[in-house]
């Protein structure tokens, strides 16, 4: 199995949100990139975003599951060519400030999901988990252990888990003693994850203190992606296995927009 993370830059940050998310055309547009087949690189079967990949601003409480299927679902459906899609991770923000959408106490409206494909080649909605984690380290692990039937998905014989972001923080889900064992965590973070942040820490432990995984990817938006393209590295994978990995920029003009990137390959999972 060959997985592609998607880490956009960000020319624009209103605090945890890039405002380009707000654009749900031009990054459908990246999501075509990255799906399309390349005659240099193996074909890849699982796509996965960062978080805050899209925004959203509903004026009314909504049905989580039928959001994505009206909202995401559809859109991807109607926007990308049957031939190249791929089933798809993606981690996308409810931003309307004066409604809460998350129906847990704790927790930020963010959402990760992940959408399969149906016989027709057509997405289709296959799970999804809200945020547990807010801000000044509190986080609801009653929110966090209702929601791991949902966070985990079997793909192409490999057991899935999902985390929104701030999700991995030890606090979340007491140090690793409600997390699932899975074989491959995701992490879908919204922002550049500089200096001492969980997703630096969290994943080793995931790994050899707790374990609950044999690999953890961490996904996020950042201000520039020169040095991961310089050193064909990406730091946020997490495993004690041997792993072949590929960086690859984007570099797209639509309009008077300029969308740039990077794509990381993982191969033979």
């Keep these: 199995m060959n997985i592609r993370l998607v880490i956009p830059e960000c020319k624009e940050w209103n605090g945890w949100y890039c405002s380009e998310s707000d654009y749900i055309d031009l990054r459908i547009e990246i999501l075509k990139k990255a799906m399309e087949n390349n005659d ?53 923000d409810l931003l309307t400030s ?7 106490q704790t927790g930020i409206d963010a959402i990760v ?29 009653a929110c966090f252990k209702d929601q791991n039937q949902n966070r985990i998905f079997y793909f192409n014989d490999k057991l899935f888990g999902l985390l929104s972001c701030g999700d991995i923080a030890r606090y979340c889900h007491s140090d690793g003693q409600i997390l699932p064992r899975v074989d ?20 080793r432990k995931i790994l050899s203190d707790w374990r609950k995984a044999q690999l953890v990817l961490c996904t996020q938006q950042v201000k520039n992606t020169r040095q ?15 792993i072949r990995i590929k960086v690859i920029s984007y570099n ?18």
């Design 40 to 92: 240099s690189s193996p074909s890849i079967d699982l796509v996965v975003t960062s978080h805050n990949f899209f925004a959203f601003y509903p004026q009314c409480l909504v049905d989580s599951q039928s959001f994505i299927e009206e909202n995401i679902v559809e859109k991807l459906n109607e926007n990308l060519p049957n031939s190249i899609r791929k089933p798809l991770v993606l981690g996308f």
């Design 98 to 104: 004066n409604i809460k959408f998350n129906p847990y």
């Design 113 to 141: 999901c992940f959408l399969d494909i149906n016989n027709e080649n057509g997405y289709k909605y296959s799970t999804h988990i809200w945020e547990c984690w807010e801000e000044k380290k509190q986080c609801s692990q």
């Design 184 to 203: 491959i965590y995701l992490d879908l973070s919204h922002k550049s994850l500089e200096g001492w942040s969980s997703q630096n820490r969290i994943p």
């Design 228 to 242: 991961y393209i310089r050193t064909n590295q990406y730091p946020y994978i997490f495993t004690n296995l041997q």
């Design 252 to 269: 797209l003009s639509i309009d008077e927009y300029i969308l740039k990137g990077i794509f990381v390959d993982l191969f033979n999972l």
